[in-house]
């Protein structure tokens, strides 16, 4: 009993544990102050940040490439999500009864998913692949400025090909917003926020309990000891690459609703999805859904409290901090020196 | 070629020509620049734009490169750097009615604070963790921007007092012309000196630097300083050129265009950047002003070009220069490289 003591307090005075005793202290006064919707907003944005930027920290942890393109993906998974919508939404105006009504959506969401993983495949074969084969010093950085050129391309043939206008829909599923402690929220964002939550989930399970997933975190302890141990390490980065664009395709994707498809949407997720990865350290899955949860309640707070458009500054003024006192973020004790080149 | 001639005779003007990192060559390219305005199809103002606009994204490139090509960190928030000096000096013009002749080299000073900071806060960070603070800095400090309406009228845009009280670009074009060729002397004497060679052991390996009795905390915070001091001056240039200044100078964007030029133009040789960015800038711009019908395309090619060049050709223009016209038998290029 006193060692199960110690071990939470021991626990508490981590870093691990005073931020997240802060946030939820932050949570329940920012809830109790303001009221639920607080809480209902943090836990919806965190869904989506949480799906976008697993995909960031498995690229990072597993192929040491620090994503700047990660956005893009989501702007593909919603471009497409959109135009595999549209005439399913015209079709169900014409036939209120048929079983589209439902499923379209789904079929909607699952598209832009697989339109992501195969957009990170292409870029694989196209981009990541050559630079691996012809020079592996430095490839931290370069594989990084290499993204800023893919992330460059992606928006601009996005402008060239689709136009620069807002490319949005009204509702996937619609009907009665739903109640929740006197807050109404309406159906859309409880069915994305319970879609993220299943897929983050399926994700986990895949990663800790099948032999791939197995496979991909040997590759990102050590390359050349799973090599030895018979591990194809092409295969594995091109299923981590497929996985990490798909999760960024389907956030995108199921979102359609709130973020419209526009050539630059996908910087804002970008951005969050960089505070969260830096915060929760590299590599860490679990450790990127609560750092993703933190960082939506610290936007929601700051707009709550200091204004729109501050959720900019006062995070990356937090994530500044963290970065000077914890470079290895909060959860990032076990990966650390992945990148330490 | 009046000064191929006085270099080869008097070998004392090609060793004061290396010090300050020209060779002739570079002296006849300054020298088509300055022609450059007089030149038919050139004279035009809307060309003289571009082209002061190329030399801002050359000059910024030359302090980039100052600090990707030989520490070897890529600073992610340059342009916001450089938009920090811009409305330092847009701000103390228009409140305290300071001339821009001094309010450029405030803000400069005013930037090497703040790359002082950057600098000594990204000490204990390595490599892409130092990019990415300097880059949430970038954010931080264009949501500041965008927000503090009452000082900077935000996305409205500060009005700023132009430099000289024309409407033509001739004389910005000159002074442009003069700022990049003082960055670019200032940041070659400091690599050419025993600093630079500082700069180049910590780029390479850190571990392998400190033993040999290298303190890269002193190297590194002075490298940040000096290349944010110089982004401040341009960015001062460019808010007193364009008579208008809104957040949109720090977007990551701008820091994008100017890590291409200086990519694209070699990494490590400073003035790979600074000679890439005529063509390239005025290409783009071109592309752009003729098919407006295809919004996008300049950028598309642009990054294409990064890519490419990243993937299949890392060590850019100067590395070809270097590898195909340097080594060069004729004795005309040779005598133009400044070699006996």
């Not at chain 1, 869904?47 to 989501?74: K, Q, W, Y």
């Not at chain 1, 964002?189 to 990663?207: E, G, T």
Request: hydrophobic residues 55%; aromatic residues 14%; contains cysteine.
């Amino acid at each position: 009993m006193s060692d199960n003591l110690k071990d939470s307090i021991a626990w508490m005075k981590s870093a691990k544990g005073i931020t997240i005793l802060g946030s939820l202290l932050l949570a329940t006064y920012a809830t109790i102050n303001s009221g639920p919707y607080i809480l209902v907003n943090t836990i919806i944005t965190g869904g989506m940040l949480a799906l976008v930027s697993t995909g960031l920290t498995l690229m990072l942890g597993v192929l040491n490439i620090a994503m700047f393109a990660h956005g893009e993906f989501f702007m593909i998974g919603s471009l497409s999500a959109y135009y595999v919508f549209t005439p399913i939404s015209n079709y169900t105006t014409l036939h209120p009864d048929s079983f589209l009504v439902i499923w379209g959506p789904l079929v909607a969401i699952f598209a832009s998913m697989v339109v992501g993983a195969i957009a990170g495949i292409i870029s694989e074969f196209l981009v990541f692949r050559p630079l691996r084969k012809r020079a592996s010093d430095n490839w931290v950085m370069n594989s990084f400025l290499l993204t800023v050129g893919l992330s460059v391309l992606l928006v601009n043939l996005h402008q060239l090909i689709f136009g620069a206008d807002f490319k949005g829909i009204i509702r996937y599923w619609g009907g009665m917003p739903l109640s929740f402690a006197d807050v109404f929220i309406s159906r859309d964002r409880v069915i994305s926020f319970c879609l993220s939550v299943f897929i983050v989930f399926l994700f986990w399970v895949f990663m800790s309990y099948t032999r791939t997933g197995r496979a991909i975190r040997a590759v990102s302890q050590d390359a050349t000891g799973a090599q030895i141990v018979g591990i194809n390490i092409e295969t594995i980065v091109l299923i981590t690459i497929s996985l990490s664009c798909a999760l960024a395709g389907v956030a995108g994707g199921s979102l359609l609703f709130m973020y419209p498809a526009y050539p630059t949407m996908g910087l804002e997720p970008l951005y969050m999805a960089w505070f969260v990865v830096i915060l929760s350290g590299l590599g860490n899955i679990l450790g990127a859904v609560a750092g993703a949860f933190m960082v939506a309640l610290l936007k929601v707070v700051t707009v709550e409290y200091v204004g729109a458009g501050w959720d900019f500054v006062v995070p990356s003024i937090l994530i500044m901090l963290v970065l000077i006192f914890k470079p290895s973020g909060i959860f990032g004790s076990e990966v650390r020196g992945v990148l330490d080149t | 070629m009046e000064t191929t001639k006085t270099a080869q005779s008097s070998p004392a003007s090609g060793a004061l020509l290396g010090k300050i990192g020209f060779n002739p060559a570079g002296i006849l390219c300054v020298l088509l620049l300055l022609a450059l305005p007089f030149i038919p199809p050139f004279n035009q103002e809307y060309l003289l734009r571009w082209l002061i606009y190329a030399a801002y994204i050359a000059t910024l490139s030359v302090g980039f490169d100052f600090t990707a090509g030989f520490i070897n960190i890529v600073n992610f928030g340059y342009a916001a750097v450089a938009g920090f000096g811009g409305y330092t000096s847009a701000l103390l013009a228009v409140n305290f009615g300071i001339s821009p002749w001094i309010g450029i080299f405030l803000g400069g000073a005013n930037a090497a604070i703040l790359g002082l900071i950057i600098g000594m806060i990204s000490l204990r960070l390595r490599g892409i963790f130092a990019a990415c603070l300097s880059w949430f800095f970038g954010l931080a400090l264009m949501g500041l921007a965008t927000k503090l309406v009452w000082l900077t009228r935000g996305p409205l845009g500060l009005r700023t007092p132009r430099m000289f009280e024309t409407e033509s670009n001739v004389p910005f074009y000159y002074l442009i012309i003069v700022l990049l060729i003082l960055t670019y002397i200032i940041c070659k004497m400091v690599v050419n000196s025993k600093v630079g060679l500082a700069f180049k052991a910590i780029g390479q390996n850190m571990d392998a630097a400190r033993t040999s009795g290298i303190n890269p905390v002193f190297y590194r915070v002075f490298n940040f300083t000096l290349s944010c001091a110089l982004a401040g001056v341009i960015g001062g240039f460019y808010a007193h050129y364009y008579g208008i200044l809104t957040p949109n100078v720090m977007h990551t964007t701008k820091t994008v265009e100017v890590l291409a030029v200086a990519y694209i133009g070699g990494r490590g040789s400073l003035w790979g950047g600074a000679v890439i960015a005529f063509p390239f800038i005025f290409l783009m711009e071109i592309v752009r002003s003729t098919l407006s019908n295809l919004p996008g395309l300049n950028l598309v090619i642009y990054a294409l070009m990064l890519i490419l060049v990243m993937i299949y050709y890392p060590g850019g223009f100067s590395y070809f220069f270097d590898t195909h016209v340097r080594q060069s038998k004729n004795k005309i290029i040779r005598a133009l490289l400044n070699k006996k």
